[in-house]
């Protein structure tokens, strides 16, 4: 069964760092696409970050750009979100996703809180 298991949410004070990680199993990992998405409240849910499945692309929605950084380790099955710079409005909860043609698996989330 596949599971993706998010970790490194938290509590921090406005330009603090984080870094997420994502932990998954069940799937041929190196033939997904990874993304990181997030929910605020009351929000919609938005992609923040994602990396294709070799790592040699990345993007990244306005709002994190040269802040956040998405990476992954095909040997380990893991995708990690590097937070840096965080902002009040970074506040949510972030999911991993993992993609693939007509598949799409998701993680159950972690809580990020950045102070002011």
């Known amino acids: 069964q596949v599971q993706l298991v998010e970790s490194g949410g938290g509590l921090v004070q406005t330009g603090g760092s984080l870094r997420l990680s994502c932990a998954a199993s069940?799937?041929?990992?190196?033939?997904?696409?990874m993304s990181w998405f997030r929910q605020g409240p009351a929000k919609q849910r938005e992609l923040v970050a994602i990396?294709?499945?070799?790592?040699?692309?990345?993007n990244y929605t306005e709002s994190v750009k040269g802040r956040f950084t998405i990476s992954r380790d095909n040997a380990k099955n893991m995708v990690y979100l590097q937070m840096n710079s965080l902002k009040p409005e970074d506040t949510a909860v972030y999911y991993c996703?993992?993609?693939?043609?007509?598949?799409?698996?998701w993680g159950q989330g972690t809580q990020v809180t950045v102070s002011s």
């Open positions: 996703n993992a993609a693939m043609r007509f598949n799409s698996y």
């Open positions: 069940g799937i041929t990992f190196s033939r997904y696409t």
């Open positions: 990396i294709t499945s070799t790592g040699g692309s990345t």
